[in-house]
């Protein structure tokens, strides 16, 4: 991914910011019959420090991808999108000063290089549906457990899937803020995308140094 300096962020916590609110990865893989890509929610472990140390999360029994770990694994890249937005030149200062000014777009992106295992074990699986629906179920007046279900019923979901573990080997993560133009700029940019949405909001937090 090109990378200017001013765009980069290397702080582990913003990183896990955005993995824990945009968990659904797209998931990208190579073979012989050439690139994939599949969406997977995933589960970010990290050390004392927020490092990001791997991801866990589970595929369809039907799903090619697990079978291409084998039995050495296989190297993936992990793209987690957060908030975008476009950048239109209506709002920038210089638009009104001698007009060179072009629309641009603004995001937030991590991406995460490993080495995906496959994981087909009913108890490791069991622990990962637990912690995966805990996780999601925490904002709700009235969550829902695995328990809930039927044991019998629970098993059979889980005889359908097989888990995923990437140990990471590289994090990369893009921020484009509008970090290469000047302090009025961004800030009257920001203002604009106070008025546009969820994500615009976002984005307008972040560069007004709120987010």
Known sequence: MYLP???????????LRLLRARPLATLITQDAEGLDANPVVLLADVDAQDRLLRLRGHVARGNPLWRRAGESGCEVLALFHGAQ?????????????????VPTWNYLIVQVAGRLRAVDDVDWLRALVGELTDTHEA??????????????????????????????????????????????????????????????????SRMLGQG
């Open 5 to 15: 300096r001013h765009f980069a962020v290397d702080d582990p916590s913003e990183v």
């Open 85 to 101: 937005a476009y950048i239109s030149p209506g709002a920038h200062p210089r638009k009104a000063v001698d007009g060179k000014v």
């Open 139 to 204: 904002g709700s007046a009235r969550p829902w457990a695995v328990s809930d279900a039927p044991e019998d019923y629970v098993r059979s979901m889980l005889a359908g899937v097989v888990g995923i573990d990437i140990e990471v080997q590289r994090v990369t993560a893009k921020f484009k803020l509008s970090q290469n133009h000047p302090q009025e700029a961004r800030m009257a940019l920001a203002q604009a995308l106070r008025e546009g949405s969820e994500d615009a909001r976002e984005l307008a």
